[in-house]
């Protein structure tokens, strides 16, 4: 896995969006991009995003509208950039909680040097930028509390769990229905800080499946599907 920050460029300018991404990547980061607010959210389901560049005129969704969206379920940092350059547009897409504001038309090292002042400022805040849920997940009697980081079975007994294993588990429920591979495993769980050791996730699956099924060697909850990855099949709850 890559240690460079992961940037997510939401921009429906087919060109802005190619020469940013190509200048980014030139400067050590991985970067993604996305034309639309659902395309963004596929990006955020799929992978763990260290940033977002936001255009605020887009179709279907404005910026303003999903910065504000991201903020109220995020710590994920944002920048927004837009023509409007006028103090009170710098001033309501600040107040819903982008962390700067960048005016079209913009240089290549503006971008690079504001990216890198909030990836700064962002370190040393809590280093979760996932969703900001505070609550418990719920599935086939088992409940996983995200607060409190644990695990209780259906007869009421807390079951140990290493944070890797919790981490793993609380991506699995995140995103139950959804085939997840290993490098998105990795990339969601442990983001930059992720070693080079892909087979660790199998590690984590067969400590996991040990914990949660009835049959560990035949695994209800956490499926293996060849060359794909892994899928976690109980419906989930929100508490």
């Known amino acids: 896995m890559s240690p460079e920050p992961h940037i997510l460029i939401v921009e429906d300018d087919r060109e802005i969006r190619a020469l940013t991404a190509r200048f980014l990547k030139a400067n050590g980061f991985r970067v993604s991009t996305a034309g639309d607010g659902r395309e963004m959210d596929r990006m955020l389901a ?21 910065c504000r969206r991201l ?57 979760d930028t996932g969703p900001l849920h505070s609550g418990a997940f719920s599935f086939h009697g088992w409940v996983l509390d995200s607060l409190r980081r644990t695990l209780v079975d259906p007869a009421g007994a807390r079951i140990s769990v290493t944070d890797g294993e919790f981490d793993l588990l609380r991506v699995f429920c995140q995103r139950a229905g959804r085939l997840l591979n290993r ?10 800080a992720a070693g080079p050791n892909e087979r660790s996730v199998d590690v984590l699956v067969v400590r996991l499946r040990r914990k949660i099924e009835a049959d560990p060697q035949n695994p209800q909850f956490i499926r293996t599907v060849r060359s794909g990855g892994y899928l976690f099949t109980p419906d989930v709850e929100v508490l």
């Open 46 to 66: 799929d992978s763990r995003i260290d940033l977002v560049i936001l255009d605020l005129m887009l179709p279907r969704e404005d910026g303003l509208s999903i």
């Open 71 to 127: 903020r109220a379920t995020t710590r994920l940092p944002i920048v927004i950039v837009s023509a409007k350059g006028e103090e009170l547009d710098r001033v309501v897409g600040l107040e819903l909680g982008a962390d700067d504001y960048i005016v079209k038309p913009f240089g290549s090292r503006e971008v690079l040097a504001r990216v890198r002042a909030v990836l700064r400022r962002s370190a040393s805040q809590p280093a």
């Open 183 to 192: 490098d998105q495993l990795i990339d969601l769980t442990q983001g930059r």
